[in-house]
C-alpha cells in the first residue's frame, strides 16, 4: 500500500506579494505532490477561516507561520502512514482534528494546503492526471472560461465600482480558439481604452482597471472590444459580471435598484452571467432576482454560498439563484469540494470553478473544472503568470485528450440564449 511519508510545509508568496501556503505530501513509493493555496480580498463571511499571523512585525501581520505550525505539530503525526488513495478519509481526518465549523483551529489554509497536495500526489502515485483521477469515469470537458478583462471594487481602487466584467467566448470548438478569442478582445480592449485616452494599467487579476464614470461604460468598452477583434457579441462572445454586491453601499445600490439594472443589462447586451448580484445576508432578494431574470440569466451566488453544501443546499429550496461558484479555500478541503460541485450539478445548476483574487502558480483549479464536468471555469484576464497558469494547463490538457477533448461551449447558456 502506498502511504504518506512526509508533509512538509512553507511559507511562499502569493501574487499580491502576501505570504502563503505550500505544501509537500511525499509517498512511500517516491512521488511528491505540491500545492499551493490561493487568497480573497473580497471573501464572504462563512467562509471556511484563513489563519494569519497578526504579528506586524511580519509582512504586516499577514504571515502564515501558525498555519505552517499547525501542520507540522498537529496535521503531519495524524497523516504519517496513511493511504492517499482514500481521499475522503483523509479528508474527515483533517476535519477532525480541527473540530471547528469553520476550520478556525488549524487554518483552512493549512488544511486545504494538505488535501490538495495529497490530491496530487495521490494522482502521481497512479500514474495518471489529477483531472482523470477526479473524474473517474465520467465525463472530461474543457471549460468556458471566464475572462476578468475589466477589473474593479475591491480589486481595483479608482476603478468601476462592480467588481469583474467578464468575457466569455463561448461560441467555438474547442478550448484553445475561446481563449484566443478572449486574448484577441484582451488586446482590443487596451486599444479602445488608449484611444479614450483611459489607463491601461491593470487590477489584481490582470484586467485593466480603468477610472470609468458609470459601470455600464464598461459593459459598453467589452462589447466595443469583442467587435474591434472581429468577434461577434451574443453568438460567439457574451459577457459575465461579478457584481459582488455584499462589498457595494446598500444606500448607494438597494437592491431593488440593482435589479432594475441587471433587467435592463440583460434585455440590452449580450450578459449571461450574473454573479453575486446581490448581497450575501439578502436571501429573499436573490429570490425575487431569481425570479424577475433567472430564466434568461445564469445567477451564480459566491459569497452567498461559499461553496457550502449547507447554504447551497438552501438556496436550491429558496430558488436564490441558479449557479454556484466553487472555490476550494473558500470551504477547505478536495472531498467538501466536490459534494458542492455535485450537489449543484445534481439540482441542474451551473457550477463555475473559480481563482482568487490573491493567487499562485498552483493550477488545481483547471484539473478540477475538466474532472467535474464543470463547464466554466473564471480565471482572471488571460494576462499575469498566475492567471495564465491555470489557462495555459487547460490548453495542455485539450491536446493530452486529443479526440476525447469536448469544449463546453455555448450549450452552457442555451437555456437562457433559447428565452431571450
Ligand atoms: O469574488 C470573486 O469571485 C473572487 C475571484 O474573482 O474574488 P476574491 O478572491 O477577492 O473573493
Ligand atoms: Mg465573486
Known amino acids: 500500500m502506498t502511504t504518506i511519508s512526509d508533509v512538509k510545509a512553507r511559507e511562499v508568496l502569493d501574487s499580491r506579494g502576501n505570504p502563503t501556503v505550500e505544501v509537500d505530501v511525499a509517498l512511500s513509493d517516491g512521488t511528491v505532490g505540491r500545492a499551493l493555496v490561493p487568497s480573497g480580498a473580497s471573501t464572504g463571511a462563512n467562509e471556511a477561516l484563513e489563519l494569519r499571523d497578526g504579528d506586524a512585525s511580519r509582512f504586516r501581520g499577514r504571515g502564515v507561520l501558525q498555519p505552517i505550525e499547525n501542520i507540522d505539530k498537529h496535521i503531519k503525526p495524524a497523516v504519517l502512514g496513511m493511504s492517499t488513495l482514500d481521499q475522503v478519509a483523509l479528508d474527515n481526518l483533517l476535519i477532525e482534528i480541527d473540530g471547528t465549523p469553520n476550520k478556525s483551529k488549524l487554518g483552512a489554509n493549512a488544511i486545504l494546503g494538505v488535501s490538495m497536495a495529497a490530491a496530487r500526489a495521490a494522482a502521481q502515485s497512479e500514474g495518471k492526471p489529477l483531472y482523470e483521477r477526479i473524474s473517474g469515469?465520467?465525463?472530461?470537458?474543457?471549460?468556458?472560461?471566464m475572462l476578468n478583462i475589466i477589473n474593479g471594487g475591491a480589486h481595483a481602487a479608482g476603478s468601476t465600482d462592480f467588481?469583474?466584467?467578464?468575457?466569455?467566448?463561448?461560441?467555438f470548438d474547442t478550448f484553445r480558439e475561446a481563449l484566443r478569442a478572449g486574448v484577441e478582445i484582451y488586446h482590443a480592449l487596451a486599444d479602445a481604452l488608449r484611444e479614450r485616452g483611459l489607463s491601461t494599467s491593470v487590477g489584481d487579476e490582470g484586467g485593466f482597471a480603468?477610472?470609468?464614470?458609470?459601470?455600464?461604460?464598461?459593459?459598453?468598452?467589452?462589447?466595443?472590444?469583442i467587435e474591434r477583434a472581429k468577434y461577434r457579441p451574443g453568438e460567439q462572445c457574451f459577457i459575465a459580471l461579478d457584481v459582488a454586491a455584499s462589498e457595494l453601499s446598500g444606500d448607494d445600490y438597494p437592491a431593488?435598484?440593482?435589479?432594475?439594472?441587471?433587467?435592463?443589462?440583460?434585455?440590452?447586451?449580450p450578459v449571461v452571467s450574473i454573479e453575486d448580484g446581490i448581497a450575501?445576508?439578502?436571501?429573499?432578494?436573490?429570490?425575487?432576482?431569481?425570479?424577475?431574470?433567472?430564466?434568461?440569466?445564469?445567477l451564480v451566488g459566491d459569497d452567498l454560498y461559499t461553496?457550502?453544501?449547507?447554504?447551497?443546499?438552501?438556496?436550491?429550496?429558496?430558488?436564490?439563484?441558479?449557479?454556484?461558484?466553487?472555490?476550494?479555500?473558500?470551504?477547505?478541503?478536495?472531498?467538501?469540494?466536490?459534494?458542492?460541485?455535485?450537489?449543484?450539478?445534481?439540482?441542474?445548476?451551473?457550477?463555475?470553478?473559480?481563482?482568487?483574487?490573491?493567487?499562485?502558480?498552483?493550477?488545481t483549479i483547471a484539473d478540477?473544472?475538466?474532472?467535474?464536468?464543470?463547464?466554466?471555469?473564471?480565471?482572471?484576464?488571460?494576462?499575469?503568470?498566475?492567471?495564465?497558469?491555470?489557462?495555459?494547463?487547460?490548453?495542455?490538457?485539450?491536446?493530452e485528450l486529443g479526440g476525447r477533448a469536448q469544449f463546453a461551449g455555448r450549450q452552457v447558456y442555451e437555456h437562457y440564449l433559447s428565452n431571450i
Open 163 to 171: 467588481q469583474e466584467f467578464m468575457v466569455v467566448p463561448a461560441g
Open 210 to 225: 480603468p477610472a470609468l464614470p458609470d459601470n455600464q461604460d464598461a459593459v459598453a468598452l467589452v462589447i466595443e472590444a
Open 368 to 399: 478540477l473544472a475538466v474532472g467535474t464536468n464543470a463547464g466554466q471555469i473564471k480565471s482572471g484576464a488571460p494576462a499575469r503568470g498566475e492567471r495564465t497558469a491555470k489557462y495555459n494547463r487547460l490548453l495542455r490538457i485539450e491536446e
Open 280 to 298: 450575501e445576508d439578502d436571501w429573499d432578494n436573490w429570490s425575487v432576482m431569481a425570479d424577475a431574470i433567472g430564466g434568461r440569466a445564469q
Open 256 to 269: 431593488d435598484k440593482l435589479i432594475g439594472i441587471y433587467k435592463d443589462w440583460v434585455d440590452n447586451y
Open 307 to 363: 461553496t457550502n453544501t449547507e447554504l447551497i443546499r438552501k438556496g436550491i429550496a429558496m430558488n436564490a439563484g441558479n449557479a454556484v461558484l466553487i472555490k476550494l479555500n473558500q470551504i477547505g478541503t478536495v472531498t467538501e469540494t466536490l459534494n458542492a460541485v455535485k450537489m449543484t450539478q445534481n439540482a441542474g445548476w451551473g457550477v463555475v470553478i473559480s481563482h482568487r483574487s490573491g493567487e499562485t502558480e498552483d493550477t
Open 137 to 145: 469515469d465520467g465525463a472530461l470537458t474543457l471549460p468556458v472560461p
